[in-house]
């Protein structure tokens, strides 16, 4: 439902630029890990409790996993 609803809804939330790819779902995903991970590493948790905390707030519960968000 939230794909259909970004997919249907892009057009009134995207900027139109020549270099950014179109808004999905796993996009934001990513986004979200990555601006958090800096956020928590800013509020002094460690690289892996900052990983762990992510891993369970996407509802992964495995580090690894959350390794490839913050590629």
Known sequence: Q???????HREQVQEHTNNRADI???GLRHTYAQERYKELRELGKSNYDARLTIANELGHFRVEITNTYLK
């Open 24 to 26: 999905t779902f796993h």
């Open 2 to 8: 939230v794909q259909n609803f970004i997919y249907n």
